[in-house]
């Protein structure tokens, strides 16, 4: 296993994380104890940085770590969670007041059985009803959380990457990490335009979903997934050319991922242990040489000419959704 220093933190990370959205519904049927036994597995295998949140499966996620982690010693691993988002409904899915971000906080560790986490992120600022209540609300209860020793550090997670450079340019708190997602894949890797900046101010870059939350896998995408469809049959056919020639199309994206540079960890949803294996093996041992040709094929036919994407689409959904639900 690799380890990388994050950013300026004294958290030195494994080079691969564990993603707690695995432990809920999102990817399927969520079980405990087989999460429970994955984490443990993950700790076995050198990777000591876990990232979970409140809104993955509505506390699932963290309950699941926290029981896997409840007799391991707390200086082994790192971990981290989020506040911002938070259910299903729409009405209650996003709340970045001071009130709520302190309440949060507070059911996130005890949820995990923890004192404090390494790394406490604002989750998807996208959706705030305004940039101000990040600056002015979340931010500062972050701080001071912080300065309780109840987190050590604190980070955002977003899908936008010009966002989170302008909360990291104008935040009067320090920012010591940013976690991106789907813009570091085969189709998507707009991240690299932005690590010279984030690493310049000395923050840390986590990096998620290799795979493009399921695009990037043969099996396919969830029902979910935001990206259109046009993206979709994309994905698929290059995933319908993977089988014909006996490869996992998430092998070849993942193995893409992992050799990106200046990225300091790589948030991995293992839902099984055999993708756990296949994971770390993609960076141990890297590809074969069959699966090299396979992955110059793919980049040739389908992804060196274009950059795919979701931007500007769930956003509009959101603010349509609350506005009928506003209506009289």
Same mark, same amino acid.
């Given at each position: 296993?690799? !380890?990388?220093?994050?950013?300026?933190?004294?958290?030195?990370? +494994?080079?691969?994380? &564990?993603?707690?959205?695995?432990?809920?519904? #999102? !990817?399927?049927? =969520?079980?405990?104890?087989?999460?429970?036994?994955?984490?443990?597995?993950?700790?076995?295998?050198?990777?000591?940085?876990?990232? %979970?949140? $409140?809104?993955?499966?509505?506390?699932?996620?963290?309950?699941? #770590?926290?029981?896997?982690?409840?007799?391991?010693?707390?200086?082994?691993?790192?971990?981290?969670?989020?506040?911002?988002?938070?259910?299903?409904?729409?009405?209650?899915?996003?709340?970045?007041?001071?009130?709520?971000?302190?309440?949060?906080?507070?059911?996130?560790?005890?949820?995990?059985?923890?004192? =404090?986490?390494?790394?406490?992120?604002?989750?998807?600022?996208?959706?705030? $009803?305004?940039?101000?209540?990040?600056?002015?609300? %979340?931010?500062?209860?972050?701080?001071?959380? &912080?300065?309780?020793?109840?987190?050590?550090?604190?980070?955002?997670?977003?899908?936008?990457?010009?966002?989170?450079?302008?909360?990291?340019?104008?935040?009067?708190?320090? *920012?010591?990490? *940013?976690?991106?997602?789907?813009? +570091?894949?085969?189709?998507?890797?707009?991240?690299?335009? =932005? *690590?010279?900046?984030?690493?310049?101010?000395?923050?840390?870059?986590?990096?998620?979903?290799?795979?493009?939350?399921? @695009?990037?896998?043969?099996?396919?995408?969830? $029902?979910?997934?935001?990206?259109? /469809?046009?993206?979709?049959?994309?994905?698929?056919?290059?995933?319908? =050319?993977?089988?014909?020639?006996?490869?996992?199309?998430?092998?070849?994206?993942?193995?893409?991922?992992?050799?990106?540079?200046?990225?300091?960890?790589?948030?991995?949803?293992?839902?099984?242990?055999?993708?756990?294996?296949?994971?770390?093996? &993609?960076?141990?041992?890297?590809? %074969? /040489?069959?699966?090299?040709?396979?992955?110059?094929?793919?980049?040739?036919?389908?992804?060196?000419? &274009? %950059?795919?994407?979701?931007?500007?689409?769930? @956003?509009?959904?959101?603010?349509?959704?609350?506005?009928?639900?506003?209506?009289?």
């Amino acid at each position: 296993m690799k !380890y990388s220093q994050l950013g300026t933190t004294e958290l030195k990370v +494994s080079h691969i994380a &564990v993603g707690g959205a695995a432990f809920s519904n #999102i !990817y399927g049927k =969520y079980d405990e104890s087989r999460g429970i036994e994955l984490v443990k597995e993950t700790l076995k295998r050198g990777i000591n940085y876990l990232e %979970t949140g $409140p809104w993955y499966g509505q506390g699932s996620s963290e309950r699941t #770590i926290g029981k896997a982690l409840r007799d391991v010693p707390r200086n082994s691993f790192y971990i981290g969670s989020k506040v911002g988002r938070y259910e299903k409904e729409t009405h209650r899915m996003f709340d970045f007041s001071a009130e709520k971000t302190e309440a949060g906080v507070s059911s996130t560790l005890e949820r995990l059985g923890l004192e =404090y986490v390494d790394l406490i992120q604002v989750h998807d600022a996208t959706f705030a $009803p305004d940039l101000s209540v990040v600056l002015k609300e %979340t931010l500062p209860t972050l701080a001071r959380v &912080v300065s309780e020793g109840r987190a050590r550090y604190i980070g955002l997670a977003d899908y936008d990457l010009d966002l989170m450079q302008e909360i990291v340019e104008e935040s009067h708190v320090k *920012i010591s990490t *940013i976690s991106s997602y789907a813009k +570091s894949t085969l189709f998507d890797n707009r991240l690299q335009n =932005y *690590i010279g900046y984030f690493k310049s101010k000395g923050v840390g870059v986590i990096n998620a979903a290799a795979t493009g939350m399921g @695009l990037l896998c043969n099996s396919g995408p969830q $029902p979910w997934h935001p990206a259109s /469809d046009d993206i979709k049959a994309l994905c698929r056919s290059a995933s319908e =050319y993977c089988r014909s020639q006996n490869v996992e199309l998430a092998r070849l994206a993942t193995w893409f991922t992992l050799n990106q540079p200046g990225i300091d960890t790589n948030i991995c949803g293992f839902f099984n242990l055999e993708q756990l294996n296949d994971t770390v093996d &993609v960076l141990e041992q890297g590809l %074969t /040489d069959h699966e090299r040709r396979v992955l110059e094929e793919l980049q040739l036919r389908y992804f060196d000419k &274009v %950059t795919l994407h979701w931007d500007n689409v769930e @956003l509009p959904v959101y603010k349509s959704r609350m506005e009928k639900l506003q209506t009289p």
